[in-house]
């Protein structure tokens, strides 16, 4: 079955660097998605990719849709306190309603 | 607006018991789709329904059912419940096909503990 290898499993970094992750697969997807959760709580989502070589931005998050549709990274730009959680990436193919999930990348930013 | 919505928030079962979880989507939204996650895991596909049928259905055994009513809410049942089950079952929302349904919203999700 289609798998996710998203990486790194975890960062340590201090308040105000720059974040960078990223998610490969062994598959081709039509959409890349990046998820955040919270403790307690279900995932939120960040930003969606629809078209390969698509580059999107919300606030200080950026996400690409790879090239060969098998890659997507999300850049943290100046990283504050609140973004401490669980950061996920999720692709889908024709069945929109069907995510696969990465195991996620933990972020911790020190202040 | 009420977001997605999941009922129980928690429950313990012990092995060989049956569970019922519930989900209530975002109003206007028509597929409902449930994910098991375990700790220290990314959430794994179970189903999804769009208008009432099953649309996909992931990996799982025949034990894990589920049915979408009219109203677009959504049941999740899982029957001889064993230990492995023990995981954060999370309903997820979307607009249905046709539309940019890659975008799923999700509940806090309903906490099952199998003793």
């Known amino acids: 079955g289609q798998q996710l290898n998203q990486s790194p499993q975890s960062m340590f970094i201090q308040e105000g660097e720059d974040v960078s992750m990223n998610c490969t697969s062994s598959?081709?997807?039509?959409?890349w998605l990046w998820y955040k959760q919270d403790p307690g709580e279900g995932p939120v989502l960040l930003i969606a990719?629809?078209?390969?070589?698509e580059l999107t931005s919300n606030g200080r998050l950026t996400a690409q849709f790879g090239i060969t549709r098998k890659d997507s990274f999300l850049n943290i730009s100046a990283s504050i306190p609140s973004d401490v959680g669980i950061y996920f990436c999720?692709?889908?193919?024709?069945?929109?309603?069907?995510?696969?999930f990465g195991d996620g990348t933990t972020l911790t930013v020190k202040p | 607006d009420a977001g997605v919505t999941q009922s129980p928030t928690h429950l313990i079962k012990t092995r060989g018991q049956h569970v019922t979880l519930r989900c209530s989507p975002i109003s206007g939204h028509k597929s409902v789709s449930w994910y098991q996650q375990v700790l220290g895991q990314g959430p794994q596909f179970i189903f999804q329904?769009?208008?009432?049928?099953?649309?996909g259905r992931g990996n799982f055994p025949d034990r894990f059912s589920a049915r979408q009513f009219p109203n677009y809410s959504s049941e999740l049942n899982v029957n001889a419940l064993l230990l492995g089950d023990s995981a954060l079952y999370l309903c997820?929302?979307?607009?249905?096909?046709?539309?940019?349904?890659?975008?799923?919203?999700f509940g806090e999700g309903s906490r099952l503990t199998v003793l």
């Open positions: 990719l629809y078209k390969a070589g």
């Open positions: 997820a929302s979307s607009l249905g096909q046709g539309f940019n349904t890659g975008e799923l919203f």
């Open positions: 999720a692709g889908q193919g024709t069945n929109a309603g069907k995510s696969t």
């Open positions: 329904y769009y208008e009432k049928e099953e649309r």
């Open positions: 598959s081709i997807f039509n959409t």
